[in-house]
């Protein structure tokens, strides 16, 4: 009997425990506050909190607006304007409510040219925030984070709205526009609190973008780890992990944080570093942007600047792109799961780089090949900072031969290898952004970060199989694109532990981040929410399946992920995760910050069709 009466009150006290993980929230509200609810503050308070802002709020005025009749929010953009500038990431970061990929915003104002675009829809606020705070302060975001926490309304963090999924916008919110946190600093002897040591920093406001921040720096003879793409800001990036062409030489760019600023839902303003609030800075040192509060001021570690970078390109397709024999084909794939193999090897000598692979019709808007291609194509440059052109065409040349003699018939392929050449970091950056970022298109794809388990030690036929399998499009003959970063490896496996923050730890033994697509989103027969949902379920079936038996102890890079992995917890976070609970709910108890698969978003459910933002239990 007493072994009974233990047993059962080693339930009662397990169903507690388990009650209490499953309802963090609930003592709030069951939803987010919306216009159409009695709470929802009066227009008075809207302008009283304007006032306490000093004028900075602004209410959302979408820019295409313009191209409806009678132009229904007064947008001063003119449509032309708007139609021109929709297809680039620059237009989207100057605008307060803009982001790169609207269907995000539920297409809610599109112009004509728009993907996505429906006449009948017109022009609504929509998926859009109801307030921008246009933020120059930490004290203006504070002040708005607490308002917005007391009244139960829903707060989005927009830097220049580079983001994939969709974690910059969210409809009946209060959004902090950071992108004119753009002070920028280079202090060469910056003190390291907690230690006698000082270092060669460069201070920059949370709103700037990485081509700021990178001509800034290279005007100081230094270099840091950012984007590749210059118009990426830096907020979500940095807190996302952010990885890019020194990534794999010096670290994640989450891990050269030395100190930030934060702004928190409690109204306060704190200084974050090794010294002082170590919890949050831990938190976002690549936790994931717009959870814990936010970031108005980064410290970041900087590098001379390379003496040479040197680089190669390298490409791979059938010998003849009309020959579409089994026997082509099949070289083509097993050339690539051949260099896919030997990448590890080469980071380790210092090498880095990245590319794409293409599949059936997907090269030809990118590469103007007109019809579907035989196989996989490859498009891809390496680079190396401070070795010679002799030295990276001697660790090269043997790559190109192996792969050549390890093909059953080396005439099937064309695979290249160009012959290195040199030079300095300003130009090699100029180079690769030297096509505008484009925006306004879908965006939703899976990705995975891959090591030697998966490539140098696997035979290279399961290797080429894996490719294939996550190569797969929804429409077969459309094909699909991979793309294929070298941004592991040394870099972040040599970060000291003291630097490591929230990153999931598998970043420490991975070599390559690739990122593949191929989902239909159909935004034609179904709304923009109930399209992307059914598309991430293809990818649920179609990709992360075929990645979890690939690579079931790694993970994804949260900032170019699938927001509906069923596994988000695992693979965007890792080991991390639990801290980070406790840290969201420390830091943010009344869940005012909500991203998509954020920290804690299990408990919440945000319908795009809607934008109520609800708890799910």
Not at 16 to 24: H, K, L, Y
Not at 25 to 54: F, I
Not at 236 to 251: C, E, V
Not at 376 to 404: C, D, K, Q, T, Y
Request: one cysteine or more; glycine letters at 10%.
């Amino acid at each position: 009997m007493e072994h009974i009466l233990v047993l059962l009150a080693a339930e009662v006290v397990s169903a507690a425990a388990s009650c209490t993980r499953t309802a963090p929230y609930s003592h709030l509200p069951r939803c987010k506050v919306t216009p159409s609810d009695s709470a929802w503050p009066s227009s008075l308070e809207w302008q009283k909190l304007n006032s306490s802002l000093g004028g900075s709020m602004l209410r959302t005025t979408p820019a295409a607006s313009s191209c409806y009749a009678d132009n229904p929010f007064g947008a001063l953009e003119s449509c032309d304007d708007v139609s021109y500038g929709w297809g680039y990431s620059y237009f989207h970061s100057n605008l307060p409510e803009s982001i790169d990929y609207p269907i995000w915003a539920n297409n809610s104002c599109l112009p004509p040219n728009a993907t996505g675009y429906d006449v009948s829809s017109g022009c609504h606020v929509g998926g859009y925030p109801s307030y921008i705070v246009n933020a120059t302060t930490s004290k203006q975001v504070a002040t708005a984070l607490k308002w917005a926490s007391d009244r139960n309304i829903r707060v989005v963090v927009k830097g220049t709205g580079h983001d994939l999924n969709g974690r910059s916008t969210g409809a009946f919110s209060l959004s902090i526009w950071t992108r004119h946190f753009n002070s920028l600093e280079i202090d060469s002897s910056w003190p390291i609190p907690g230690s006698n040591d000082t270092a060669h920093v460069l201070i920059t406001g949370s709103g700037n973008n990485w081509g700021e921040a990178v001509l800034y720096s290279l005007s100081h003879d230094r270099v840091v780890t950012s984007g590749v793409d210059r118009t990426v800001g830096l907020g979500g990036f940095i807190q996302g992990g952010g990885h890019g062409p020194l990534s794999s030489t010096y670290g994640l760019a989450a891990d050269q944080l030395l100190q930030v600023t934060v702004a928190t839902t409690a109204g306060d303003v704190l200084v974050c570093n090794f010294a002082q609030n170590q919890d949050l800075f831990w938190a976002v040192r690549g936790g994931g942007g717009g959870q814990y509060g936010v970031v108005a001021e980064y410290v970041l570690l900087t590098y001379p600047t390379p003496n040479t970078l040197t680089s190669a390109s390298i490409s791979l397709a059938a010998a003849n792109m009309s020959d579409y024999r089994k026997a082509t084909v099949n070289a083509t794939w097993a050339a690539f799961a051949q260099l896919m193999s030997s990448f590890p090897d080469i980071m380790d000598k210092g090498v880095t780089g990245s590319g794409a692979a293409f599949t059936g019709v997907s090269a030809s808007g990118i590469l103007g090949i007109p019809e579907s291609i035989p196989g996989v194509l490859l498009a891809f440059n390496v680079w190396a900072l401070n070795m010679s052109s002799e030295a990276m065409g001697n660790l090269l040349r043997p790559l190109h031969n192996s792969i050549l003699s390890n093909l059953s018939d080396p005439s099937l392929v064309s695979f290249t290898i160009s012959d290195p050449s040199s030079t300095n970091y300003s130009d090699f950056f100029a180079a690769i952004n030297a096509s505008p970022s484009t925006a306004g298109q879908i965006s939703l794809s899976a990705s995975r970060l891959l090591g030697r388990a998966q490539l140098s030690d696997l035979a290279f036929d399961e290797v080429a199989l894996y490719l294939q399998r996550i190569m797969a499009s929804q429409t077969e003959a459309e094909g699909t694109m991979l793309t294929i970063g070298l941004q592991g490896g040394p870099g972040p496996r040599n970060t000291p532990q003291e630097r490591r923050g929230a990153v999931n730890p598998v970043w420490r033994d991975i070599y390559i981040h690739i990122v593949s697509g191929g989902a239909n989103v159909d935004t034609t027969t179904r709304t923009p929410g109930s399209a992307l949902h059914q598309a991430g379920e293809w990818l649920e079936t179609n990709k992360e399946a075929v990645f979890r038996e690939w690579a079931p102890e790694t993970g994804a890079y949260m900032n170019e992920a699938n927001p509906f992995n069923s596994e988000w917890k695992h693979d965007f976070y890792g080991a991390s995760y639990q801290r980070l609970v406790q840290i969201k709910r420390q830091f943010d108890p009344t869940y005012t910050l909500s991203v998509w698969s954020g920290v804690d978003s299990d408990f919440w459910e945000y319908d795009m069709d809607s934008g109520k933002l609800c708890q799910t239990t």
